[in-house]
């Protein structure tokens, strides 16, 4: 089977996505989290359809209950406890009167894409997006990932990244001179991750 390249999905990263929308994300994360910030990241991300407009003239403030909630998950998290801060935020925002939109029995969805992408944003070296293309691609690898199991989309994506680790650190050491943010944080802590991140995605359906 012919998969997109890892060398494509780094360029067309790079080219199309990294300067001025995720180096800004993860720069303006780093320094406040605030609604400007969380609405654009729901744009870019699509995830906006997440979360119904509470307010008529001001979108931003639609996301303003988001940031205690996303603040917590990202205080103190880690590659141990990735799974569960993501599954708590979820849940936190879920149990949020009309912050999220009603699947069709009428009950507030369990936003897990959408926490993922937030927090992969404040700690990218760490967070890991839950994306439906990319879990179709996991499911055509071989993996058990059923809809809305986060713990065993990491593990699934986990399992990728450590079988396809020669081919990824050879694309990602090239490109990581490229992707610099301000602040402590290193593109060698986080690209080899997103870069098999963009990889699914691409594969994916």
């Known amino acids: 089977m012919e998969y997109v390249e890892f060398k494509k999905c780094a360029e067309k990263y790079l080219n199309n996505r990294w300067v001025g929308i995720e180096k800004s994300f993860i720069e303006k994360m780093n320094s406040s989290i605030n609604e400007s910030i969380l609405n654009e990241i729901a744009a870019s991300f699509i995830i906006s359809r997440q979360f119904p407009r509470r307010s008529s003239s001001d979108r ?3 996301f ?6 996303l603040s917590q998950a990202i205080d103190g998290v880690s ?19 009309g912050l999220v939109k009603h699947n069709a029995a009428g009950n507030p969805d369990r936003p897990i894409s959408a926490c993922s992408k937030f ?3 404040g700690r990218p070296d760490v967070g890991v997006i839950y994306d439906r ?7 055509k690898l071989g993996h058990s990932v059923p809809d809305g199991d986060y713990g065993a ?7 990728e990244l450590s079988k ?17 943010v301000s602040g402590p944080l290193s593109a060698a802590d986080w690209f080899p991750s997103k870069l098999l991140d963009l990889w699914l995605y691409s594969n994916g359906s």
């Open 133 to 139: 293309r990319a879990r179709t691609f996991l499911r």
């Open 153 to 159: 989309y990491v593990r699934a994506f986990r399992a």
């Open 119 to 121: 927090i992969w944003c």
């Open 64 to 69: 303003s209950p988001v940031i205690a909630p």
């Open 79 to 97: 590659h141990i406890n990735i799974i569960a801060r993501v599954e708590k935020m979820a849940d936190d925002l879920r149990a949020i009167p």
């Open 60 to 62: 931003n403030s639609d």
């Open 164 to 180: 396809r680790s020669e081919a990824i650190s050879a694309v990602s050491s090239t490109y990581e001179p490229l992707l610099v």
